[in-house]
């Protein structure tokens, strides 16, 4: 489960795309999960296997801030436990249940714990700016064709701007291409921050990568605040789900919305084709590929990924020794108490 993305916290969806009323089936590193609101409108989620018969919980309901299985009306709090099996009031009900997975809700989003049945002893790292009462979040989704690795040193690239973005966030340094650019990189507990000068002359912005998958971007204009995040979130080893999303202190109509997310669909449709064509589709070792000096931030990226995420996963927990319900008979998964 997770595989090469386990033990992190990452966004998997917005929040208004998380009803209270409907459940949602997401993937994360290959590992289908279903998202649910309990009773009190937080976020649960659930490894999308109903422990019974192993249907897909996401194709049921949501009763009374349960997700009830579309099979045998099976129903699972956000903690896994079963509240209610039909047709068995004596069911030891302590006995079963799902296989949960930690989940917050911060800045406008969802986010999940990729361990299973874990209870994390970190929160996620989310930017301030994300966070303020003066700021609006708002965004959206879009999936590229390519692994999540590929996606996230796009995202953390300085020098491809003028050439990949020349009619948006780049059209300002193509002319200046033949200048010197440095990457100015600063590590940090949630990542590492990077601002760029050329020719010795500080630009503005910054970029921020937030470990393991996140960009944030800082182009604020004069006194205002605007940022914009980019995650990408592994749905398996050859797709990648992009959460874009818009931090802004100005503008803050939720009508204007939209607006701000067709404007991050455009940027990351500039990258989409030149991103999905890079081969192989996952990142290699830095030495199977040449880099230069302005490459300082995904080498960084590269280094920590190989470290520590992409040997990591869990075996399926769904095959641990559970034992069944309290029926008359013998064999597998069946109690005999």
């Known amino acids: 489960m997770f595989k090469g993305f386990a033990n992190v916290w990452t966004p998997v969806c917005m929040s ?3 009803r209270r009323d409907k459940p949602l089936g997401v993937q994360v590193a290959g590992t289908k999960l279903v998202l649910f609101r309990d009773a009190e409108g937080r976020p649960a989620a659930l490894v999308d296997r109903c422990p019974h018969r192993g249907v897909a919980l996401s194709l049921g309901k949501v009763k009374q801030g349960c997700i009830e299985c579309p099979f045998h009306g099976w129903q699972f709090d956000g903690k896994g436990a079963v509240c209610y099996i039909p047709w068995n009031p004596d069911a030891k009900l302590s006995k079963v249940g799902g296989i949960p997975v930690a989940s917050r809700e911060v800045a406008g989003q969802v986010w999940i714990y990729t361990a299973p049945d874990v209870q994390p002893t970190s929160e996620p790292a989310v930017a301030d700016e994300l966070q303020g009462p003066q700021v609006h979040v708002s965004g959206g989704t879009t999936i590229w064709h390519t692994h999540w690795t590929r996606a996230m040193e796009n995202m953390l690239d300085w020098p491809h701007l003028p050439f990949v973005h020349r009619k948006t966030i780049g059209r300002g340094m193509l002319q200046r291409r033949d200048s ?3 990457i100015h990189l600063q590590e940090m ?9 050329i020719d010795g002359k500080e630009q503005s912005g910054a970029l921020d990568l937030r470990w393991p998958n996140r960009m944030n971007l800082y182009i ?3 006194g205002k605040l605007l940022v914009m995040q980019v995650a990408c979130v592994p749905v398996d080893d050859k797709s990648t789900r992009l959460i874009l999303t818009s931090a802004r202190s100005f503008l803050r109509f939720r009508l204007l919305d939209p607006i701000f997310h067709i404007m991050n669909l ?3 449709r500039e990258d989409k084709a030149v991103v999905e064509s890079s081969s192989p589709a996952e990142i290699p070792p830095a030495a199977d590929e040449r880099s230069v000096r302005t490459d300082g931030l995904p080498l ?3 280094k920590r990924y ?3 995420l992409q040997s990591s996963g869990y075996d399926d927990p769904s095959v641990r020794s559970r034992r069944g319900l309290p029926v008359l008979g013998s064999g597998p998964g069946i109690d005999k108490d």
Do not use: N, Y
């Open 306 to 308: 190989f470290q520590e």
């Open 16 to 18: 208004h795309e998380l």
């Open 266 to 268: 455009r940027i990351a």
């Open 180 to 182: 010197r650019m440095d």
């Open 189 to 197: 507990p949630w990542g590492v921050h990077s601002t760029s000068s």
């Open 220 to 222: 604020s204009p004069p």
């Open 300 to 302: 960084l990226f590269r």
